[in-house]
């Protein structure tokens, strides 16, 4: 095997990991911030149907050139959601739903 691959493996399975950490601890994370049972339902759903359309446009893309790249730029998007989750409090007010950012 490729070292790269293995590296590409490595940090799908960390993003994957990730989102399991993240989704439970949302519910109380977006309560933290002053949002609602509602608001949480709505932000998993934001990222289910972005997740969804995103899926086709990056399969079209590593099949017309290399699947690298696409993989690439879809972890560093992942990665910075996962630091806005991460900073989040920094910037919220009681009217602010900074987590919707963030995933």
């Known amino acids: 095997m490729e070292p790269f691959v293995f590296a590409l493996a490595t940090l ?11 989704t439970p601890s949302l519910a109380f994370y977006v309560n933290s911030l002053g949002g609602s049972q509602d608001f949480y339902g709505f932000v998993l759903a934001i990222y289910s149907f972005a997740s969804f359309c995103g899926k086709p446009v990056l399969g079209r893309w590593s099949d ?40």
């Open 12 to 22: 799908g399975l960390a993003d994957s990991i990730s989102f399991m950490i993240v």
């Open 64 to 103: 017309a050139y290399n699947f690298q790249m696409p993989y690439m730029v879809s972890i560093s998007f992942s990665v910075l959601g996962g630091l806005l989750y991460a900073i989040a409090p920094a910037f919220a007010t009681s009217e602010d739903h900074k987590a919707a950012l963030a995933k």
